[in-house]
């Protein structure tokens, strides 16, 4: 009985984060369409394919998330600029969400729960070394300093060049990375909370107990890394209004 309320805490933790990342995307896509002219066109068609990620997530469509984030993945992937991105550490930490869903389902077989864990960890851990890879680049440059790089970097793309909204798309996307920097920290966060995850059910309690408190270290208002602490002494999850889960406290 113990083990199934554990269970059901964790798919409620889960789901909760697969809400916050459905209502993200929403939010993001709001914001890209009212700048779409400033929006890099290299990049636009994965921006326009993560529109239908809140109507998989909504019918719990997984294999087709994990499809649509294979393709938002060759677009980034075919972009040099965009190759070892915190987009592509995004990508990796999706698919990772969707896996330990997926383990996590009661109709999960035991041999197959362990091949879902496997996966799970093996793109947390891809999606981390892109967060720490990007964040050692950008984490601690100026304003001024990511607008030379990326100045640099666009102005020498062959279909960029010639653009007439050349200058809009290179400030458009430096103040997604001056975002990025604070938010990384944040995705940094949630992939050591679900790292924590596979070691609870993996009964290795000492090491999922030192990434959950690495993901609250990240991130001290990561309700998921709380309530699966909580589970891991055996506590109830804290209740959570829903506002609050749609506008956590500032982060900064």
């Given at each position: 009985?113990?083990?199934?309320?554990?269970?059901?805490?964790?798919?409620?933790?889960?789901?909760?984060?697969?809400?916050?990342?459905?209502?993200?995307?929403?939010?993001?896509?709001?914001?890209?369409?009212?700048?779409?002219?400033?929006?890099?066109?290299?990049?636009?068609?994965?921006?326009?394919?993560?529109?239908?990620?809140?109507?998989?997530?909504?019918?719990?469509?997984?294999?087709?998330?994990?499809?649509?984030?294979?393709?938002?993945?060759?677009?980034?992937?075919?972009?040099?600029?965009?190759?070892?991105?915190?987009?592509?550490?995004?990508?990796?930490?999706?698919?990772?969400?969707?896996?330990?869903?997926?383990?996590?389902?009661?109709?999960?077989?035991?041999?197959?729960?362990?091949?879902?864990?496997?996966?799970?960890?093996?793109?947390?851990?891809?999606?981390?070394?892109?967060?720490?890879?990007?964040?050692?680049?950008?984490?601690?440059?100026?304003?001024?300093?990511?607008?030379?790089?990326?100045?640099?970097?666009?102005?020498?793309?062959?279909?960029?060049?010639?653009?007439?909204?050349?200058?809009?798309?290179?400030?458009?996307?430096?103040?997604?990375?001056?975002?990025?920097?604070?938010?990384?920290?944040?995705?940094?966060?949630?992939?050591?909370?679900?790292?924590?995850?596979?070691?609870?059910?993996?009964?290795?309690?000492?090491?999922?107990?030192?990434?959950?408190?690495?993901?609250?270290?990240?991130w001290e208002e990561n309700h998921a890394a709380k309530n699966n602490m909580n589970i891991l002494f055996g506590e109830p999850p804290?209740?959570?209004?829903?506002?609050?889960?749609?506008?956590?406290?500032?982060?900064?």
């Amino acid at each position: 009985m113990k083990s199934v309320l554990k269970n059901k805490g964790t798919r409620v933790v889960l789901g909760i984060m697969l809400i916050l990342a459905a209502a993200g995307v929403t939010i993001a896509w709001i914001y890209y369409g009212n700048i779409n002219k400033s929006v890099d066109p290299r990049v636009k068609q994965a921006r326009l394919m993560y529109a239908r990620y809140n109507t998989y997530a909504a019918g719990s469509d997984f294999e087709m998330i994990l499809s649509l984030l294979d393709s938002i993945e060759e677009v980034y992937a075919s972009v040099p600029h965009y190759r070892n991105s915190y987009e592509m550490g995004v990508i990796h930490n999706n698919r990772a969400s969707i896996l330990l869903t997926l383990a996590l389902s009661d109709t999960a077989r035991q041999e197959i729960r362990q091949s879902y864990f496997a996966l799970a960890e093996r793109h947390l851990m891809q999606g981390i070394d892109y967060y720490n890879g990007w964040m050692a680049l950008y984490g601690n440059l100026s304003e001024e300093e990511i607008h030379a790089i990326i100045e640099k970097d666009f102005s020498s793309d062959s279909m960029l060049i010639r653009h007439d909204n050349l200058s809009a798309i290179i400030q458009n996307r430096v103040g997604e990375l001056q975002t990025a920097r604070i938010e990384t920290l944040r995705r940094l966060s949630v992939s050591y909370t679900n790292l924590g995850i596979i070691r609870r059910h993996e009964n290795q309690l000492e090491e999922a107990y030192e990434y959950y408190a690495k993901a609250l270290e990240l991130w001290e208002e990561n309700h998921a890394a709380k309530n699966n602490m909580n589970i891991l002494f055996g506590e109830p999850p804290e209740k959570q209004s829903f506002f609050r889960k749609l506008f956590p406290p500032d982060r900064n």
